[in-house]
């Protein structure tokens, strides 16, 4: 193998590095085109006319501030992949020494992270699961401000939308919101002709099939204000049961995509070590040509001998 080219075999690695650095591109640039999406277009344009109408006015900016850091979280992971294949292909291109680096060692921090993620999942489930079930019951409890409240939280918003999208109730059932400190249950729709026990809701509105209230006319009708009140026709599925459905539904999908990633990570992460050595070994073989030629084979014996003599 030649230092002062570049060889086939890398050459090949090369080429391997960048390939797989153009799917981490367009994985990115996939997932940040979806998210801007989403914010110019609106998605969940249902859900938030829905917050809009049953709210008052004064609180519609405050919906969509929501809905917008919805969407950026969204664009965030496009965003680094984005970068990290823009860096690998500069890196594979260029051969700097800094951006090799770099770009190493985010994908292995990645890397563990994501194992360290998987050996989680794979050695405790139980106890992850009931962690996971005491944190949400725990953002409901203090967090949780109901769909009504006029300042709206995040949190709230976003527990609110889980629910709607996959008609569910609570982490794991409409007795999830029996406990809140900061939901007012008042209904703005009660009147002194109405029975006192009508006057606060027992569970949220995004708890009952809101959304088979036509697009076009976003007035609720008594039985949505019902299954608040009473739980009549409620979601009596909790929102855990409903993503570990979704899971195991999509579980083969999930896999594949997970293995590929791992794969593709795996194999960007040898291909930058075998650059970054590569341009390693070619810089000492540099140093080594440009230093003075070696003393002649009877100058270094006589230094040998003196050696020893001292």
């Not at 996959?166 to 008042?186: A, V």
């Not at 291909?271 to 390693?280: A, H």
């Amino acid at each position: 193998m030649g230092h002062g080219g570049m060889s086939y075999q890398l050459k090949t690695v090369r080429l391997i590095m960048i390939l797989v650095n153009v799917i981490f591109f367009l994985i990115g640039a996939i997932l940040l085109g979806e998210g801007i999406d989403l914010l110019v277009s609106g998605r969940f344009q249902n859900f938030t006319e829905f917050m809009s109408n049953v709210q008052s006015s004064n609180n519609t900016q405050k919906n969509v501030l929501s809905d917008e850091i919805l969407y950026i979280i969204m664009i965030i992971p496009g965003f680094i992949l984005l970068s990290i294949g823009f860096f690998g292909c500069s890196g594979a291109l260029t051969q700097m020494q800094c951006i090799l680096f770099s770009y190493s060692f985010t994908i292995g921090i990645n890397l563990i992270f994501q194992m360290i993620i998987i050996i989680i999942l794979i050695i405790f489930p139980s106890k992850l699961k009931e962690n996971f079930i005491f944190i949400i019951r725990v953002l409901i409890r203090d967090q949780y401000k109901g769909p009504l409240e006029k300042n709206l939280q995040l949190t709230s918003y976003l527990w609110d939308l889980i629910m709607y999208q996959l008609k569910c109730c609570g982490i794991e059932s409409k007795n999830d919101f029996d406990i809140t400190n900061n939901w007012d249950r008042t209904n703005p729709w009660w009147t002194n002709s109405m029975a006192i026990e009508n006057k606060n809701f027992k569970y949220p509105l995004t708890c009952c099939p809101i959304n088979n209230i036509s697009n076009k006319n976003w007035h609720l009708s008594q039985k949505v204000i019902s299954c608040a009140l009473q739980g009549n026709d409620i979601y009596e599925i909790g929102c855990y049961k409903k993503l570990i459905d979704i899971f195991y539904s999509s579980q083969v999908t999930i896999f594949i995509v997970i293995s590929f990633i791992i794969i593709i990570e795996m194999t960007a992460l040898i291909f930058v070590l075998v650059i970054y050595n590569r341009n390693q070994m070619d810089r000492i073989h540099h140093i080594m040509e440009e230093l003075p030629p070696p003393y002649p084979t009877r100058t270094r014996m006589n230094n040998a001998n003196l050696y020893f003599q001292i």
